[in-house]
């Protein structure tokens, strides 16, 4: 089992839908958990952290984590073609998922 | 505040030829990181330091790979020799330590290494 996997994508949906991404992972020890986006031919950057079960809300980015699931999500509301990227999943500082790519077609 | 520096930014070489990166970190960034990163595929940890120590290196190819951080700044990752399959981006992150809450890694733009 891979330590970390994503839903497979691409992942296309149309400009103003919700983008639904998904992670799951295999650490239980794990208590941190980050959602990077890295725009093509660029660096990863930080968009949301979350460390407790439940949801955490920033701007039209809501991060969701079910400890006991092992598995966390983002959800992108009113989608924008300025948010087609590929989003990676991190349980931990220092490991990623393989990512999603996300295309946002106006 | 100046980001990340990484250079060069793109480098071709020829296979078992050497290469070093070098990276020079946020100010005041105790801890720096190399990653690899191959197409389609998520950043992967070579090396970590805190200051001028090596914490975490077991993903590093000790065979063929070499980093340091002397004085507990600037950073090179050198490689010799060079396979085809090193050719990836290689990353130079940097935080504050990790036990200090720095949760945020802030990427420089990478090194894109090409080995024919």
Sequence with gaps: QKEVEQNSGPLSVPEGAIASLNCTYSDRGSQSFFWYRQYSGKSPELIMSIYSNGDKEDGRFTAQLNKASQYVSLLIRDSQPSDSATYLCAPGKLIFGQGTELSVKP | ?116
């Design chain 2, 1 to 116: 505040e100046a980001g990340v520096v990484q250079s060069p930014r793109y480098k071709i070489i020829e296979k078992k030829q050497p290469v070093a990166f070098w990276c020079n970190p946020i100010s005041g960034h105790n801890t720096l990181y190399w990653y690899r990163q191959n197409l389609g595929q998520g950043p992967e940890l070579l090396i970590r330091y805190e200051n001028e120590e090596a914490v975490d290196d077991s993903q590093l190819p000790k065979d063929r790979f070499s980093a340091e951080r002397l004085k507990g700044v600037d950073s090179t990752l050198k490689i010799q020799p060079a396979e085809l399959g090193d050719s990836a981006v290689y990353l130079c992150a940097s935080s504050l330590a990790l036990n200090s809450g720095g949760e945020t890694q802030y990427f420089g733009p990478g090194t894109r290494l090409l080995v024919l």
